[in-house]
């Protein structure tokens, strides 16, 4: 499938599975601009990201990725098209979840196995037969992510824009700024001054109330029916 077909999908399962969440493809993290999560959820206590690698796309950059998303989200999940989905999973970053489409729409990798068949093996004049195992689409063992431990206070600030971080700064109030109140000396000083997991939950709050202009993101039915 191509990448604009598996991000509708996996916006609906983020929407179905996250009502309260915003959804916004292609948010920027770590270093604004620099690095992007294909598909987000910024749910009030966390943000859950999808990586999805379309049909042709190479798994080549999970290993990077694996490194740079956990330090702003707490939950991954990656969506491969079924043609490159092998040669994903084997790549897959440690606690990220794994996604597939199933019946037109995404879910949980479906872990469930059984026994299809036996082969009879033989060794040194000894023979015995070995079970082979295939998916079982009659059970469904959903895969799960783990939750991930790795914020960095430095790239949560720098997935903020200036006046956000000068909002936390004024929200927590003495914070001592080290120059001019820009991205550097706001960012020096909320990593100097705050814990990753205080900076984690600013971050949440700035996100959610951000107006992101242009940009089209999926807002849950509470904040849509605001007036803005």
Request: glycine share 8%; charged share 30%.
């Amino acid at each position: 499938m191509r990448a604009p077909e598996l991000r509708d999908l996996t916006i609906a399962w983020l929407r179905a599975r996250h009502p309260e969440a915003i959804i916004v493809p292609e948010l920027s993290v770590a270093d604004w601009g620099g690095a992007s999560i294909d598909v987000a959820a910024i749910t009030p206590t966390h943000i859950v990201g999808v990586e999805i690698k379309a049909e042709g796309d190479s798994p080549s950059r999970l290993d990077l990725q694996g490194a740079v998303y956990p330090r702003v989200a707490r939950e991954m999940w990656l969506l491969p098209d079924e043609s490159i989905r092998e040669k994903c999973f084997a790549k897959k970053p440690s606690g990220w979840g794994r996604l597939e489409v199933w019946d037109g729409a995404v879910r949980p990798w479906n872990r469930a196995t059984k026994v299809a068949r036996f082969e009879e093996r033989e060794r040194n004049g000894m023979r015995w037969k070995v079970g082979i195992s295939e998916r079982d689409h009659d059970r469904v063992d959903p895969d799960e992510a783990q939750r991930l431990n790795a914020l960095c206070p430095a790239s949560m600030c720098g997935t903020l824009w200036r006046d956000e971080l000068a909002q936390i700064a004024l929200r927590v109030g003495g914070l001592r700024l080290f120059g001019r109140a820009n991205v550097g000396p706001l960012t020096e000083a909320i990593c100097a001054q705050l814990p990753a997991p205080v900076i984690h939950d600013l971050m949440i709050e700035q996100l959610r109330a951000r107006a992101w202009g242009s940009k089209k993101v999926v807002q849950p039915p509470a904040l849509a029916e605001e007036p803005r």
